[in-house]
C-alpha cells in the first residue's frame, strides 16, 4: 500500500480534537485526543510537547482568528477598541477553554508577537511603561469575562413571585437579549476612558 495522501497525525489535527473536546467538556486529556483521532497516546507525543504544548497550540489557534490588523488603526484608542471586540469574538467561539489559557502561561511565539504589538501602540500613544501591562491585563480581563457572559443563559436571573424584585424586572425587561453587548461596550469604554485619563496625566507631567 502507498503513503496515505494526507498525514494521520500532526498539531493541526490534534489541536483540533484537543479544541472539540474541550468544547464538549471542558476538558481534555492526550489518551482522549488518541482514542478520538484512532491512534497511540505515545504517537501524539511525537507531535507535541506534552499537555501543555497543546494548550499552547489551542491558544494560538484561537488568536489566529483576533484581526491583528486592528492594532494598526488610528489613534491608540480605537486600534484598542477593535482589538478587544475581535479578541472578544474569537474567545467567544470557544468560551471553555478560557479557564485552561488563564492558568498557563503564555509561550506562543504568535500570541507573543500579538501583545508586542499591542504594547507597542500604548507606548506610541506616549503611555508610561508602568502602564502598559495593568492596562492590557485589564483589558484581557474585560473581554474573557464578557466571552464567557456570551456563553452564558440568557436569563441569568430568575424572578419569583417569593421575591418582590419590581425594578430588576423592569431593567431586565428593558435590556432584552442585547445585555450581554450593552455591558461589554460599557466596560470598554469605562476602561478606555480610565486609559485617556492616565495618558492626560503623563502630558499634564511632562
Known amino acids: 500500500m502507498g503513503r496515505p495522501r494526507t498525514p494521520l497525525l500532526d498539531r493541526a489535527r490534534i489541536t483540533t480534537t484537543a479544541l472539540e473536546l474541550v468544547d464538549e467538556q471542558g476538558e481534555f486529556s492526550v489518551p482522549q485526543i488518541a482514542r478520538r483521532l484512532g491512534t497511540q497516546t505515545g504517537s501524539v507525543y511525537h507531535h507535541v510537547d506534552g499537555r501543555d504544548g497543546i494548550v499552547e497550540l489551542m491558544r494560538e489557534r484561537i ?29 467567544a467561539a470557544h468560551p471553555r477553554v478560557i479557564p485552561l489559557l488563564t492558568t498557563s502561561p503564555v509561550r506562543a511565539p504568535k500570541v507573543l508577537e500579538q501583545y508586542e504589538r499591542a504594547v507597542g501602540v500604548l507606548l506610541d500613544a506616549g503611555f508610561d511603561v508602568a502602564d502598559v501591562m495593568p492596562v492590557l ?26 421575591t418582590s424584585t419590581p425594578r430588576l424586572a423592569r431593567a431586565l425587561k428593558a435590556v432584552g ?6 455591558a461589554f461596550e460599557v466596560a470598554l469604554e469605562g476602561l478606555i476612558g480610565h486609559c485617556r485619563t492616565l495618558l492626560g496625566r503623563r502630558g499634564h507631567a511632562r
Open 177 to 182: 437579549a442585547g445585555r450581554a453587548e450593552a
Open 137 to 162: 491585563t485589564g483589558l484581557e480581563n474585560l473581554v474573557l469575562g464578557s466571552a464567557l457572559d456570551l456563553a452564558a443563559p440568557e436569563t441569568m436571573w430568575e424572578l419569583t413571585e417569593e
Open 63 to 91: 488568536c489566529e482568528a483576533i484581526e491583528s490588523a486592528t492594532l494598526d488603526m488610528e489613534p491608540w484608542d480605537a486600534a484598542l477598541a477593535a482589538w478587544a471586540r475581535s479578541y472578544r469574538a474569537a474567545f
